[in-house]
C-alpha cells in the first residue's frame, strides 16, 4: 500500500518500530487513539488514519469495543532491528564479531584484551595437570547452584581486600561477567525502563542492554568518574532503574574514579532508587586504588560484579556477583532456571590458577610491560598527531583523540582493509560525539607495521 | 487498607500478581474499565473500584484523559511468585537446589543425571594431560562467534547421522542444552505467549518457561509420543508460538516417539506458525534410533539443540543450537550481547572426549549397565508395588505408578528426611495430575538402602 502524507507515515513507522523492537508486545493493547494523538502530539484524525492503515496491513488488529491491538505473532527478536541504524564499523555486534572472527595473522590495536603469551598460561596449565591427576567431582559433577564454596570463600577475602564486605553466601559465581550483567538485568530490568551508562563506555554494554529492550543513556565520562551534574539531571529527568559502570580501570577511558566523586554519585543514588552495577573486570590490573562504590555502600543499592577473562583467561568462563543476601538468592533461582548450572570446571581451573603462587609474580611482571607499552604507544601515537586523552595510571587502553578533522570510523574502514583492526570512539558512545577518538589495546600495539598503516591512512584522510 | 467484597478484591489480587509477575510492565497502560470488565466478566463498577482502591494503595497510577497506568518502579523479577504455589517437594526450582546441594552421602534415586563413576573420565582426564601440554589459543583466548569449526563439523556428521541435514554455519555451540533453551527463547518468545510442553516433562522447562513469563500449556505423552488429538486441540484453542519436547529418550518417561506420531505432529505444525524446539540430550543412550522431527522438517520449523552433560560431563558445559541459518546469525548476535563470548576450552575437552577412540567402547558398556540396572531396579520396584509405566528401552528413567492411595509428594517429604531423594511426578507435571507418579533413575539405585527406606515409608502411609 502506498504511504502519503507525511504525518501519518511518521505514525506508522514509529509504532511498526515499536512493534518490532517489542516496545509494544505482541497481543497487547495499543494506547487509545487520543492517547497516541497525546503522546505523538498529531491530531486524532492522523491517527486514525494511521491505525487503519496498519491494520489493513496487518501489523495491528481491532477488537471492537476494546481498541486496537499488536497482532499475535513477532518476528523473532533481531537485536540490529533495534536502535537506530548506524555504520557497521561502529556498530556494537559487528565489532564484536570482527574481533572474535579476526585471523590468527590480524593486527588487533583497537581489540580490549591481552595477547595469549602476557596471561599467565603456566597457571592454566598446572591447574589442568592436577585436575587431571584427581578423581574429582570437579571433572564430572554438576556445580552446586551458587557454585564452589573454596572459591567464594576466596572472593570473600579478595572483596575484602577493596574494603568490600560480603559473606560467601553473597556471593554467586556466573559464566562470565557479561553473563552476571545480563543475569541481573533480567532480575531488575523490564523493557522500557532507563539505564544509564558513561559515555564512553564497554561497548558491549549496548548490545547487552538493546537485548533487555531498555533505554540506555549516556553520562559524559570524565577524568574522575561520570559527570556529576549530567549524572543529577538524568535522574531527575529519566529515573533510571541501573547505572551500569566499571570500577577500578574504567573501560575505554583507562581513567579511575575519584573519591569525591564515588562519594557524590552514591549520596545521589541513595536518594533514588538508583541500583548501581559496577563491573571489576580489570581489578588485578590496577596498580593504585581506586574507590569501590560498593566499598561506600555496603552491597545495599551497589552490586559488584567481575571476571578474570582479562587477567586469567577468556576461554576459561568464569564470573561472579556480589550483592546483597535475598537478591542472591534470587539470583540463584534465575540462574538454575535459564542455564541449569554453572561451569563447574572453568572455576576450579580459575581457582586454582588465582591462588597458584606465581600468580601475583605473574601480575608485577605484567604491569611493569603494560607501564613500558603505555608510554611507548603513546609516544608514538603522538608522532602522528593522535593525542591520549588522559595517561592512565594502569591497565591495556589509552583512549585517544584524532587531530581535527580526522573521522575515525574512516580511519578503522582504511585501516580493516589493510588487517589492522581498529575501535572507532563511537562504538563506545551513545551519544555518538566520539567520532574523532579511538580506543587503542597498548598490548596488542607492539608491531610497528600497526603505526606504518596509521600513518598512510591518517595521510589518506586529509 | 481493609479490603471488602470479594469480587472487587479478586480484581485487584488478579491485577496485582500479574504486576508481581510482569504480565502488566512498569508504566504501562491498564486495560480500560470495560474492556477489563469485559475480560474479567464483572461489572465496570467493581472494575472501578478495584483501580481506585489499587491507585490509592499506590499500585497503579491514574493519568487523567490517558486511562490508568502501572506505575514506574517493580520489585525484581521473583521467579517463586509466578504461577500458583505447590509445595516445595515439587517446585522444580526447590527440586533442582535439593538435588545440587545434596550432601555428598545422600542417596539419589530421583536425581536426573549418572554417577560420576559410569561416565567415561579416562576420556576427561586425558583431553585435560593433552590440552596441558598444548600452546593453543584454546587454552586463553575468546571463542569465535559460533564455537569452535572443529566441534560444529563434527556435530554436521552427527546429525547427518540422525538423518538431520544441516551445515555447519547451520549450527552454533553454547554453553549448555538449557542455554540453548534460553537463548531460543529470548529469541523466539514474548510475555504472554504459549508454549506447549509434555506433560510430564522435564521439570527445569517450567522453571525456564517461567523466568520468559509465557502461559506453559501440558499436553498428556502417552508412550508413542505427545496425545495427538490434545496437541490440536491446543494448537486450535492458544495458538502457541513453541513446543519444547525431548527427541530420543524422553525425560521422565523413558517413552520414544513413534514415527507416525511424529509425521502427525509435524503435519499439524507445518500448518500453524508453532516452532518445536527438539532436546537431544539423551542422543547418546539411545539403543534403538527414534525419528527426529528435525530430520522430516529439514530445521525449518524445527530447532535441534543438545548437550553433552549426561554422557561426557556436567561439570564440563557444552551445548548446541542447529536451526535454519538466518535464525543462528540473529542468534549469534543475541550470544554475543547476553554472554559475549563462548566457553571454548569447555567445548574442546568435550568435543576431545567425544571423539576419543574409548568413548564408543564406553558407552556400549554404559548401554549395558543401564539395562541390566532397569530390569534389577524394576523388579524391586514391583515388589513394593510401584509399577513402571513402561519398560523403556534405553536411558535411565523408570516412570513409575504408585499403588491406588499413595501420595508421591508425601513419600517424598518422608524419604527425603531419611536422606534419599525422590523425584515426585508432579514436578513434572504442568497440569499437576502425577500426584501418584516417581521418576527412579536406576543407574542411582544400586544401594539396596534406597529400597529399604522406600518400604518403610509407604508402610507408613496406608
Known sequence: ????????????????????????????????????????????????????????EGSIVSRPGAGFYTSGHIAPLDLNQIGPKVAREIDPLWVSKESLEAAPDSLMPGCGWLPSEWLYQTGIKRALRHLARSNSPNLTEY??????????????????????????????????????????GRFLLSPGDTVL???PCYFNFHALLK?????????PYTPNGPDIECFERALAEYQPRLYLTNSGVHNPTGAHLSHSVAHRLLTLAKASELVIVEDDIFADLETTRAPRLAALDGLDQVIEIGSFSKTVSASVRCGYIAAKRDWIEQLVDLKIATTFSGNRLDSEIVLQTLTDSGYRKH??????????????VSKQLISLGIEPWIQPKDGMFLWCRLSTGTNATQLAQDCLSKGVVLAPGNV?????????????????????KIFDVLKIALRQQI
Not at 24 to 34: A, E, G, H, M
Not at 37 to 48: D, E, F, G, I, Y
Not at 363 to 376: D, V
Open 1 to 56: 500500500m502506498a504511504r502519503t502524507g507525511t504525518l501519518i507515515e511518521a505514525v506508522m513507522t514509529d509504532i511498526e518500530s515499536k512493534i518490532a523492537s517489542r516496545a509494544y508486545l505482541p497481543n497487547t493493547r495499543l494506547p487509545s487513539v487520543r492517547a497516541q494523538a497525546k503522546a505523538m502530539q498529531v491530531s486524532v484524525s492522523t491517527v486514525v488514519e494511521a491505525y487503519d492503515r496498519l491494520v489493513a
Open 143 to 184: 556445580a552446586s547452584p551458587k557454585g564452589s564454596l573454596a572459591f567464594r570463600q576466596f572472593l570473600q577475602r579478595r572483596l575484602l581486600g577493596l574494603n568490600i564486605e560480603a559473606s560467601s553466601e553473597q556471593i554467586m559465581l556466573t559464566e562470565s561477567g557479561t553473563h552476571a550483567i545480563d543475569l541481573i
Open 197 to 199: 551508562v558513561d559515555d
Open 211 to 219: 537485548a533487555h529492550r531498555v533505554n540506555i543513556v549516556g553520562i
Open 363 to 376: 601480575m608485577e611482571k605484567l604491569h611493569g610491560w603494560l607501564a613500558k607499552q603505555r608510554i611507548s
Open 428 to 448: 563506545f558512545s551513545q551519544s555518538q560525539s566520539a567520532h574523532d577518538y579511538l580506543r587503542f589495546n597498548v598490548a596488542q600495539c607492539t608491531d610497528p
